[in-house]
């Protein structure tokens, strides 16, 4: 087993931001391999998120963000379970970030279920045309026409959306790893963009 050093814990800490027992564990459950232990607390991250989906989250923080030069706003609500979490400086920079990253990246839903079904089903049929007139054979048009789609889907779905300051990372990816850090179920409510000039 790799030796683990002081200086290769506070290095995935500042990769991950997670706790220094659990970088320590990690590291040695992964051989101090920096690249696999990142991977390792994403992993648990999922599983605490998992854990703490079906609980209530009643509490939380409207964040507010302004583009400068006043042109564009963003107001984002993000949930947890207590009040305690909601004042912590992590969950506020959290739904910061969120309302930047929505100013940037102007997505038009939250989750994949909660796209538009007629926005969905007008692109399948611009994509299924696309194929077909591509020459594409009939019987894989439909393979392609679900790739799109998903691609799609991760470009209007805010949790799908790789992370304005860090495209290695989605938005989901933040949000489990904050779960894991502060240990209770957090979600992002709704969220409201405006530019001056657009309905």
Partial sequence: MADITA??????????????????KALQECGGDMDKAVDFLRQKGLAVAAK????????????CYIHSGNKLGVMVEVNCETDFVAKTDQFVEFARNVAMHIAATNPVCIKKE???KEVV?????IYRKQALESGKPEHIVDKIVEGRI???????????????????LTIQDLLNELVAKMGENISIGRFVRFKVGEE
């Fill in 114 to 116: 909660d796209a538009p």
């Fill in 121 to 125: 089903e007008k692109e399948k049929e």
């Fill in 150 to 168: 998903e691609k799609f889907l991760k470009e209007i779905c805010l949790l799908e959306q790789p992370y304005v300051k860090d495209p290695d």
């Fill in 52 to 63: 703490r989906a079906g609980r209530a989250t009643s509490e939380g923080v409207v964040q």
């Fill in 7 to 24: 200086a290769m814990v506070k290095e995935l800490r500042d990769r991950t931001n997670a706790g220094m027992m659990d970088c320590k």
